[in-house]
């Protein structure tokens, strides 16, 4: 599914459930006919490759910021408004995570407001910032998101950027909005005064809207929109998690965050004899292959699970699990990982016979 940057696919993101389907035994899976063993196979790959969202560690944390955040809003209407920011290398599932705590907080207003099937209320607003985008692309990517027929590009090429940007907070309020995301915002990278640029329209623009703010990019500390004095102004307003991934498992713990976090994953793959917590004992492979990125990992999993059921073999082995290609950032991080770790065994080796 296209990323929900637009509100027709912010409404069927929300609205979207999770495919699921009952595990069958090698008896019942034999009594199929041939056509009806292709669709089975056909929904079990359709489940493992659709996107997860797991109670991970980083998540915890930005529920209980973005909780903190949203009270603060709402008792605090006379105060600058707050944003969470979530950065992190790429792979990290940091636009998981947004989108994730997007559609929690959208389905849980609409039903405390009773308006589940109001598509007038749009409570709130997820967009992705393109490649160089400026201070007037940004607010133009705001009001596409309403998909109104005002909001065309012909038009808004014509409107200056505080005419677009007065027309997008006015389409909020109209619409209750109280959650604004705004994902790869390390995008806004052309230069330097774009940067300064655009943290001048982002802090007039958090200013003038009453919803909270929740910003998702690479390695956000450095970007171009918290440089200068506006930007500086803006950065002292944000609070900031950084995904870092998993940390090497250390295998004598049975609750080490990545044991755990693999048996999660295989909890949820649809595998006909996939053993319970069998994953861990490749639990030191996969982290090498993937380095802790969650987006590496689930490329892998996904990749190896749907191979086990071409094959027949139903189950994740080693051999499955080097078969499958990931990215390659992850690939080109583990050859430099084990040449450092050969380098540094050699040193040591030498080291030895020198003292000997």
Same mark, same amino acid.
């Given at each position: +599914?296209?990323a929900?940057?637009?509100?027709?696919?912010?409404?069927?993101?929300?609205?979207?459930?999770?495919?699921?389907?009952?595990?069958?035994?090698?008896?019942?899976?034999?009594?199929?006919?041939?056509?009806?063993?292709?669709?089975?196979?056909?929904?079990?790959?359709?489940?493992?490759?659709?996107?997860?969202?797991?109670?991970?560690?980083d998540l915890?944390s930005?529920?209980?910021?973005?909780?903190?955040?949203?009270?603060?809003?709402?008792?605090?209407?006379?105060?600058?408004?707050? +944003?969470?920011?979530?950065?992190?290398?790429?792979?990290?599932?940091?636009?998981?995570?947004v989108q994730?705590?997007?559609?929690?907080?959208?389905r849980?207003?609409?039903?405390?407001?009773?308006?589940?099937?109001?598509?007038?209320f749009?409570?709130?607003?997820?967009?992705?910032?393109?490649?160089?985008?400026t201070p007037?692309?940004?607010m133009?990517s705001?009001?596409?998101?309403?998909?109104?027929?005002q909001y065309?590009?012909?038009v808004?090429?014509?409107?200056?950027?505080?005419?677009i940007?007065?027309?997008?907070?006015?389409t909020m309020?109209?619409?209750?909005?109280?959650?604004?995301?705004?994902?790869?915002?390390?995008?806004?990278?052309?230069?330097?005064?774009a940067?300064?640029d655009?943290?001048?329209?982002?802090?007039?623009?958090t200013?003038?809207?009453?919803?909270?703010?929740?910003?998702?990019g690479?390695?956000?500390?450095?970007?171009?929109?918290?440089?200068?004095?506006?930007g500086?102004?803006?950065?002292?307003?944000?609070?900031?998690?950084?995904?870092?991934?998993?940390?090497?498992p250390?295998?004598?713990?049975? =609750?080490?965050?990545?044991?755990?976090?693999?048996?999660?994953?295989?909890?949820?793959?649809?595998?006909?004899k996939?053993a319970?917590?069998?994953l861990?004992?490749?639990?030191?492979?996969?982290?090498d292959?993937?380095?802790?990125s969650?987006?590496s990992v689930?490329?892998?999993?996904?990749?190896?699970?749907?191979?086990?059921?071409?094959?027949?073999?139903?189950?994740?082995?080693r051999?499955?699990?080097?078969?499958?290609?990931?990215d390659a950032?992850?690939?080109?991080?583990?050859?430099?990982?084990?040449?450092? =770790?050969?380098?540094?065994?050699?040193?040591?080796?030498?080291?030895?016979?020198?003292?000997?």
């Amino acid at each position: +599914m296209a990323a929900p940057t637009t509100l027709s696919r912010w409404m069927a993101f929300r609205q979207r459930e999770r495919l699921t389907c009952d595990l069958v035994d090698s008896e019942a899976l034999t009594s199929m006919s041939k056509g009806e063993v292709e669709d089975y196979n056909d929904l079990r790959r359709r489940v493992i490759s659709q996107d997860r969202v797991f109670y991970t560690p980083d998540l915890e944390s930005l529920e209980l910021m973005l909780a903190d955040l949203l009270a603060d809003q709402m008792e605090s209407s006379s105060v600058a408004s707050h +944003m969470l920011s979530v950065s992190g290398r790429s792979g990290m599932g940091k636009s998981t995570a947004v989108q994730a705590l997007g559609r929690f907080y959208d389905r849980r207003w609409r039903k405390q407001e009773g308006r589940n099937d109001d598509e007038s209320f749009i409570p709130v607003v997820y967009v992705g910032v393109e490649p160089a985008t400026t201070p007037k692309s940004l607010m133009e990517s705001l009001a596409a998101f309403f998909n109104l027929p005002q909001y065309d590009l012909s038009v808004t090429r014509r409107m200056t950027q505080s005419q677009i940007k007065r027309a997008v907070v006015e389409t909020m309020e109209r619409a209750g909005t109280r959650l604004v995301i705004l994902d790869e915002v390390h995008n806004i990278r052309s230069n330097r005064q774009a940067g300064m640029d655009a943290a001048t329209t982002m802090k007039m623009f958090t200013d003038e809207i009453d919803a909270t703010f929740v910003i998702a990019g690479i390695d956000l500390d450095r970007a171009e929109l918290f440089q200068g004095d506006m930007g500086l102004q803006l950065d002292g307003r944000r609070r900031a998690h950084d995904m870092r991934g998993y940390s090497r498992p250390n295998m004598n713990d049975d =609750e080490d965050p990545w044991l755990t976090f693999l048996d999660a994953w295989e909890e949820d793959l649809p595998l006909l004899k996939q053993a319970p917590s069998s994953l861990r004992q490749h639990a030191s492979y996969i982290w090498d292959r993937t380095s802790g990125s969650v987006g590496s990992v689930r490329a892998l999993l996904a990749g190896a699970a749907r191979a086990a059921i071409l094959s027949g073999e139903e189950s994740i082995s080693r051999p499955t699990l080097e078969g499958v290609g990931i990215d390659a950032h992850a690939e080109a991080e583990r050859r430099t990982r084990a040449k450092s =770790e050969s380098s540094t065994k050699a040193s040591a080796a030498t080291g030895r016979k020198k003292a000997g």
